[in-house]
């Protein structure tokens, strides 16, 4: 049995390479949608990998508080009235409030992203991000000190002119320079570097590494605006205390707001694992979506793949009929036709999950997506063109072990 199976293969693949023209272009077209699907597919992994390492590093023990609700933002939920600002006084009201055990609580807001930092002689192009911040924002944050060291809370109570740096100041004006204990300005005032965040990266094009952390009064010292949107973030140690945590923090800044009980919430509090469940399952779409164009370009494959078989019939009628003469069975027949679709379509197959996951690893790169090896999308590509090659040979592997073999080598 195996000895004619082997003679099945070797036939198989010598009459592959005597169509050698004809079985390119069936690889080509079984490619170009199997290419399609995994380049889709190597995308989507490649931004779900990115979305869950800028938000799982916040950790599944971290909440946020904010103006708005971001999941109902998402869900397209607007309140019909806006929500006021998270003011400086409630935001600090609620953290001399809000004393749930093992949390720790963190105020902060963005006072520029269009500053320059200068250094000496040097200074950066007027892209700076500086973030006020107190000595619990980065942790609740899911930042690192790659030197250096975070702010302490003495550093913040006594608002010392002290900074944390983003990595790509390393790469800039402190590019050979050791930067801790260095001084650096902005807007005139001078900071001391006590440390240097370890890198993020980008998303969707915009660096999370050009930033600069000072503590939070210095910043509404130098940075005043009106209307300044305060952020509040807290970390619990005991993850199966969050729902608890989160409960009593909605009390909190309710009677921080001083609303009455049949009055709606006008802020949000948002959890950080629900905030990357909510926008992975936007990627669910996606995925759906590469399949829909994947199934519709796999479908034309599969039709070609099957009428280039049945011309192979057509034009080996008279070899099947000298087979069958000599002895073949029609399952032998059979089989043979059927490892040369298959043969094809693996062929196919390989070179569009090549062709697919050069492509996405490129439009990953071009986006600044994390790339991740898409194994999901190289086995949904390896069984789906074995399926079409299954459905695509197996009439015309019937209708050749079904010849009469007199008409068979009567034929011309």
């Not at 924002?137 to 002290?162: C, K, W």
């Not at 009593?248 to 009455?260: D, G, H, P, Q, W």
């Not at 709606?264 to 759906?288: A, H, M, P, Q, W």
Request: with cysteine; aromatic share 8%; net charge positive.
């Amino acid at each position: 049995m195996f000895k004619l199976l082997k003679e099945n293969i070797r036939i198989a693949l010598g009459s592959i390479r005597t169509q050698l023209l004809r079985t390119i272009l069936t690889v080509l077209i079984i490619a170009i949608g199997i290419t399609a699907l995994v380049c889709i597919l190597t995308v989507v992994a490649a931004l779900e990998n990115t979305i869950s390492g800028d938000f799982a590093s916040m950790g599944a023990n971290t909440f946020n508080i904010a103006q708005y609700d971001i999941s109902d933002q998402m869900n397209g939920n607007r309140n019909k009235k806006a929500n006021p600002i998270i003011s400086y006084p409630e935001a600090v009201a609620f953290k001399q409030k809000y004393n749930y055990p093992f949390t720790y609580t963190s105020l902060s807001f963005t006072a520029t992203s269009t500053a320059e930092v200068k250094f000496e002689s040097k200074k950066t192009d007027p892209k700076i991000t500086v973030i006020g911040v107190d000595e619990h924002y980065a942790p609740n944050s899911g930042l690192e000190i790659d030197q250096g060291r975070n702010f302490t809370a003495f550093d913040i109570q006594n608002n010392t002119y002290l900074c944390v740096v983003g990595s790509d100041f390393l790469k800039d004006i402190f590019k050979d320079t050791n930067p801790i204990d260095k001084v650096i300005s902005i807007r005139g005032a001078r900071f001391k570097v006590i440390g240097v965040l370890k890198e993020k990266g980008s998303t969707f094009g915009n660096s999370r590494d050009l930033r600069v952390l000072v503590p939070i009064q210095v910043a509404r010292s130098l940075f005043t605006a009106p209307n300044i949107n305060y952020s509040i973030s807290t970390m619990i140690e005991k993850k199966e205390l969050l729902d608890q945590a989160i409960d009593n923090a909605n009390s909190t800044m309710r009677r921080v707001r001083k609303l009455s009980p049949v009055q709606d919430n006008n802020f949000g509090v948002s959890r950080s694992d629900d905030l990357i469940n909510k926008i992975l399952s936007i990627t669910e779409y996606l995925g759906v979506a590469a399949w829909v164009i994947g199934i519709i370009t796999i479908l034309g494959s599969s039709i070609a793949l099957m009428n280039i078989m049945l011309v192979s019939v057509t034009e080996r009628t008279r070899e099947i009929g000298v087979r069958m003469a000599l002895g073949a069975k029609r399952q032998t027949i059979a089989t043979q036709f059927f490892i040369e679709t298959l043969v094809i379509g693996q062929l196919g197959g390989l070179l569009g999950i090549l062709l697919g996951i050069s492509g996405g690893f490129a439009i990953a790169g071009l986006l600044e997506f994390s790339f991740a090896t898409p194994w999901m999308a190289i086995i949904s590509a390896f069984l789906t063109t074995f399926v079409v090659a299954i459905v695509s040979g197996s009439y015309p592997a019937v209708k050749a072990s079904r010849l009469d073999p007199i008409e068979a080598l009567r034929y011309e």
